[in-house]
């Protein structure tokens, strides 16, 4: 069997960037009969940047709402809140010992975020790859889907796997990679000209999944452009180029096609290309906003899928945490 973890931090209800790049993944992992497929909500990281305790009850119900409308199956998958598996933090304290200051300090996402949040630089932050190397080894998994942000992560956590490995002479942990359907991960680019579509990016930014038609029209509609091409064949700039990256999720190839045609020859008009483009969306997006809205409410239900999602995920973390006890010699009578 082929062990495969992920997980999404309950900061803001997902947007399309989250389904596409990961959540899309989980789904068609999930399907795999040789997958043993465990899905959480991260809700621990969470608390490195976000701590308004009833916006968080709000967000992890939404979250789990959100991975069962874009299809994953209780009945086929682990579905799961972090905090409930109590193995994962003290998987995550007995890897700190493992984990270097240094190392930590040159993580891309650390140092992005220590300029955003100067304020609160908190050893959480710090530790924030160790605790999901814990997320990850906890389960002694192989594959984690997720975006070509979470890339170096995933590096961080095979090192720690390794370090384990070598440290105490054992071959207990595999050396999970990073995952993609197609060869590469990917990275859904956001609506105001920026590469990354993200929570945290602003109104006019994201696509988020529970979003009305109307709104997803306005927002295409006021997406960032430029003037348009002046010259044949010429390259395209990055508001444009974002424009024929969404177009080429949501859109038919011909329909692609067609506009990157109109564009060579310089008779494109961005405003056809984004009202074709809304629409698409739109069309693309309603199936998921509809289920959302009908599970949302439903809070029973999300109840009973993550309580019995905690109890097979906690057997699985507890036997690896009760391996590691015995390992590091922490088994004294
Ligand atoms: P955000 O960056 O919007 O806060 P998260 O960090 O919670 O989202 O990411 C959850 C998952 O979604 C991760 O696997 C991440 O790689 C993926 N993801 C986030 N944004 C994008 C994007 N723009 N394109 C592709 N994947 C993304
Ligand atoms: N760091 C991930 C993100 O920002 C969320 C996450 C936490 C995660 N633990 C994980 C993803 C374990 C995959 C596996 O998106």
Same mark, same amino acid.
Do not use: W
């Given at each position: 069997?082929?062990?495969?973890?992920?997980?999404?931090?309950?900061?803001?209800?997902?947007?399309?960037?989250?389904?596409?790049?990961?959540?899309?993944?989980?789904?068609?992992?999930? %399907?795999?009969?040789?997958?043993?497929?465990?899905?959480?909500?991260?809700?621990?990281?969470?608390?490195?940047?976000?701590?308004?305790?009833?916006?968080?009850?709000?967000?992890?119900?939404?979250?789990?709402?959100?991975?069962?409308?874009?299809?994953?199956?209780?009945?086929?998958?682990?579905?799961?809140?972090?905090?409930?598996?109590?193995?994962?933090?003290?998987?995550?304290?007995? #890897?700190?010992?493992?984990?270097?200051?240094?190392?930590?300090?040159?993580?891309?996402?650390?140092? *992005?975020?220590?300029?955003?949040?100067?304020?609160?630089?908190?050893?959480?932050?710090?530790?924030?790859?160790?605790?999901?190397?814990?997320?990850?080894?906890?389960?002694?998994?192989?594959?984690?889907?997720?975006?070509?942000?979470?890339?170096?992560?995933?590096?961080?956590?095979?090192?720690?796997?390794?370090?384990?490995?070598?440290?105490?002479?054992?071959?207990?942990?595999?050396?999970?990679?990073?995952?993609?359907?197609?060869?590469?991960?990917?990275?859904?680019?956001?609506? *105001?000209?920026?590469?990354?579509?993200?929570?945290?990016?602003?109104?006019?930014?994201?696509?988020?999944?529970?979003?009305?038609?109307?709104?997803?029209?306005?927002?295409? #509609?006021?997406?960032?452009?430029?003037?348009?091409?002046?010259?044949?064949?010429?390259?395209?700039?990055?508001?444009?180029?974002?424009?024929? %990256?969404?177009?080429?999720?949501?859109?038919?190839?011909?329909?692609?096609?067609?506009?990157?045609?109109?564009?060579?020859?310089?008779?494109?008009?961005?405003? *056809?290309?984004?009202?074709?483009?809304?629409?698409?969306?739109?069309?693309?997006?309603?199936?998921?906003?509809?289920?959302?809205?009908?599970?949302?409410?439903?809070?029973?239900?999300?109840?009973?899928?993550?309580?019995?999602?905690?109890?097979?995920?906690?057997?699985?973390?507890?036997?690896?945490?009760?391996?590691?006890?015995?390992?590091?010699?922490?088994?004294?009578?």
């Amino acid at each position: 069997m082929e062990i495969v973890v992920s997980g999404t931090r309950p900061t803001g209800i997902l947007h399309l960037g989250n389904y596409y790049g990961a959540v899309r993944n989980y789904v068609r992992l999930g %399907e795999d009969k040789n997958v043993k497929g465990y899905f959480f909500i991260a809700d621990y990281h969470s608390l490195t940047t976000h701590n308004n305790p009833a916006e968080l009850k709000v967000l992890v119900k939404q979250t789990i709402a959100t991975y069962l409308a874009c299809g994953l199956d209780p009945e086929k998958v682990v579905i799961y809140v972090q905090s409930d598996l109590p193995q994962i933090p003290e998987l995550y304290l007995l #890897m700190n010992m493992l984990a270097y200051k240094g190392e930590l300090e040159k993580v891309a996402t650390f140092k *992005d975020k220590i300029k955003i949040h100067k304020e609160n630089i908190n050893a959480g932050l710090l530790t924030y790859p160790v605790l999901m190397a814990a997320d990850i080894i906890i389960h002694r998994a192989h594959k984690v889907p997720v975006g070509k942000d979470q890339e170096q992560h995933l590096e961080m956590t095979r090192n720690f796997a390794k370090r384990f490995n070598s440290r105490y002479e054992v071959d207990f942990f595999p050396e999970p990679i990073a995952y993609n359907f197609g060869d590469e991960l990917v990275k859904v680019p956001g609506l *105001d000209g920026s590469t990354k579509m993200s929570k945290t990016g602003g109104e006019t930014n994201a696509i988020f999944l529970n979003e009305e038609p109307e709104s997803i029209r306005k927002k295409i #509609m006021r997406a960032k452009s430029d003037g348009g091409p002046t010259t044949m064949n010429q390259e395209k700039p990055q508001e444009i180029i974002n424009l024929f %990256e969404l177009m080429k999720i949501v859109s038919t190839p011909d329909t692609l096609a067609f506009f990157d045609n109109a564009y060579n020859n310089c008779v494109i008009r961005y405003g *056809d290309m984004k009202k074709q483009l809304a629409e698409d969306m739109v069309n693309y997006l309603t199936p998921i906003r509809t289920r959302i809205n009908e599970l949302i409410n439903n809070e029973a239900y999300l109840q009973r899928v993550v309580s019995r999602g905690a109890e097979e995920a906690r057997e699985s973390a507890a036997k690896t945490i009760s391996e590691v006890r015995k390992i590091m010699g922490i088994s004294y009578f």
